[in-house]
């Protein structure tokens, strides 16, 4: 077998292994998409008639506030919502190393 038949075949073979890998990750995506325009349909039957005027009113004032911040307050509040997640995330974190080290005693 000459050497460029063996670099054609190469190629094809990982040409078609990324096809093969494409197809799959559509499919994951595809399910994944349903999934959530099916929570999302759920979630607003749920929440059809539960928007009260009283409701709508705090969620306007609070969009109201936000606009009218001042740069220095909007960074603030943006820091203070990254810290936040940092520390739910530094939180879930140490839960998972917790579940790993248990796993791993076993």
């Known amino acids: ?34 999934a959530t325009k099916a929570e999302a349909k759920a979630n607003f039957e749920e929440n059809r008639g539960h928007n009260t005027y009283a409701k709508a009113k705090a969620d306007a004032k609070k969009s109201w506030d936000d606009a009218h911040m001042s740069p220095s307050e909007r960074q603030a509040k943006m820091q203070e919502e990254r810290d936040a997640q940092i520390a739910s995330a530094k939180a879930r974190t140490a839960a998972a190393n917790e579940r790993y080290e248990n796993a791993k005693k076993k």
Not at 6 to 25: E, P, Y
């Open 1 to 34: 077998m000459s050497v460029f038949t063996r670099i054609k075949n190469f190629f094809k073979g990982a040409f078609g292994d990324m096809k093969k890998s494409a197809k799959a990750q559509h499919e994951v995506d595809k399910a994944n998409f349903e």
